[in-house]
């Protein structure tokens, strides 16, 4: 079982630090790790007391605003002294991000199991899978039931060589032999290679 296996079993259900002193891994780690899977503490872990949240929940219902409640300045403009002083602070228009990308960028980013992607920016707020892009450029788009798969299992590798488009259902029993060693593998496929061979024999 792998680090990805244990927090994606454990993650909802125990607390983070937990999970990291096990694995010898820090909170942050196994955080972040969690977030780009996908994961969520579940409800009954929040509301347990290994949580620490179910207390402090309580706690601060008391200090809520209450429904109808109205801010006192509702309405009222900022004073034009005070405008000045936060004046330099304020967003510009047309301002961007530190992290705002051109378009045509491409960046690497992470699925929710952990697999890395490189992916390509159209405009902003609009990304798209850059292996998507190479292929549809070259051989338009995908057909139904279809996906691309990397020939030499590398997602990085997004030359039009190394892509290919197999059938959903080939793809699944791929990815199902990849969990065994490759002696194992090559004995799966060629005994698959075989039933196929009898079978049409047989028909025949």
């Known amino acids: 079982m792998t680090i990805n296996d244990i927090i994606r079993e454990r993650f909802p259900h125990e607390r983070t630090q937990d999970i990291a002193d096990d694995l010898g891994l820090t909170y942050s780690q196994v955080a972040s790790r969690a977030f780009i899977m996908g994961l969520r503490k579940s409800q009954a872990f929040k ?81 798209i899978l850059y292996h998507h892009k190479i292929w549809k450029d070259a051989h338009g788009d995908v057909p139904n039931g279809c996906v691309i798969r990397f020939k030499d299992g590398n997602s990085l590798n997004c030359v039009i060589e190394n892509l290919e488009i197999i059938s959903m259902i080939d793809n699944m029993e791929k990815n199902t032999i990849q969990r065994f060693p490759s002696e194992l593998q090559q004995v799966i496929k060629l005994k698959s290679k075989l039933i196929k061979k009898i079978n049409k024999n047989g028909k025949e």
């Open 47 to 127: 509301e347990s007391d290994l949580s620490g949240r179910a207390n402090l929940i309580r706690g601060g219902i008391a200090h809520r605003f209450k429904k109808g409640h109205k801010p006192y300045n509702k309405g009222t403009k900022m004073n034009a002294d005070l405008y000045e002083k936060c004046k330099p602070t304020m967003f510009k228009k047309g301002n961007r991000p530190h992290n705002w990308k051109p378009d045509g960028s491409i960046v690497e980013r992470a699925d929710k199991t952990g697999k890395i992607y490189l992916y390509y920016k159209v405009k902003d707020s609009h990304w």
